[in-house]
């Protein structure tokens, strides 16, 4: 676990540790996997990214989640990336698979799931092994875009679902547990005072992944988390 003072220097930390995980998954393949989130948090990391010295064109990217909206909508995680990282960093078009938020949801999540299947070479019933996964937390302790008490969360078997989220009324695409539990490096960037309470209960509470689905593989040694000293103020 890594506390930071502020936002910035907690996204530039996580930024270092995703360098350095990709960079070690590089020494032995020629080609890594990322998989990225949403929201105001990453735009820092992204920032960060676009500003580092990689071989990006060996890193092929893709989402945890994403909106179902078009790749123009402000609402899109696609957007947000591109906007702070992929567009700055002339990063190479082949190496982004996004989602098709434009499509019906059902659509767009097989669309997904299709490209990931084809990217990694999986067969029927086996899930992808991403070298890195970067996720982040609602104050509801949500994740990707497993809210609490959806059904999804007890799916370990598929790899990518549309769900409707009616907090937001809005339907999206989600990669699911057993995505989320095969990745070789978990790493859980939050901050803010809004998530200092789900942060204590993430990490200390009892185990209970239909009220609280950040536990899901954040709890263990392939998790590494990256947090401000707002959103740590808890523990």
């Known amino acids: ?51 580092a010295q990689f071989a990006w064109e060996r890193v092929h990217i893709f989402w945890v989640d994403e909106r179902c909206v078009p790749p123009t909508d402000s609402k899109s995680n696609f957007k947000l990336a591109f906007d702070a990282w992929f567009g700055p960093a002339n990063y190479p078009d082949a190496n982004l698979h996004r989602v098709f938020g434009e499509l019906a949801p059902a659509e767009g999540a097989a669309k ?20 890195v996964i970067h996720r982040g937390m609602g104050p509801d302790m ?24 009616e907090k937001f009324e809005m339907h999206r695409v989600t990669l699911l547990p057993g995505v989320l539990l095969a990745a070789k490096n978990t790493v859980l960037q939050v901050c803010g005072a809004d998530k200092a309470e ?36 808890g523990l």
């Open 1 to 51: 676990m890594s506390i930071a003072p502020t936002a910035e220097s907690a996204a530039t930390k996580c930024a270092g540790f995703i360098l350095e995980a990709l960079g070690e998954a590089l020494k032995d393949q020629e080609t890594a996997t990322l998989a990225i989130s949403g929201g105001s948090t990453p735009k820092l990391l992204f920032g960060d990214l676009a500003r």
């Open 142 to 165: 949500h994740t990707a875009s497993l809210f609490p008490g959806e059904p999804l969360i007890q799916n370990r078997t598929d790899i990518a679902s549309n769900v409707w989220v």
């Open 112 to 131: 997904y799931v299709a490209e990931i299947s084809s990217f990694f070479g999986l067969k029927a019933g086996e899930v992808p092994m991403f070298d």
């Open 198 to 233: 789900a942060v204590k209960t993430v990490l200390e509470g009892a185990e209970d992944w239909m009220k609280c689905p950040c536990q899901m593989a954040s709890r263990d040694s392939k998790a590494t988390w990256f947090l401000d000293t707002a959103a740590a103020a």
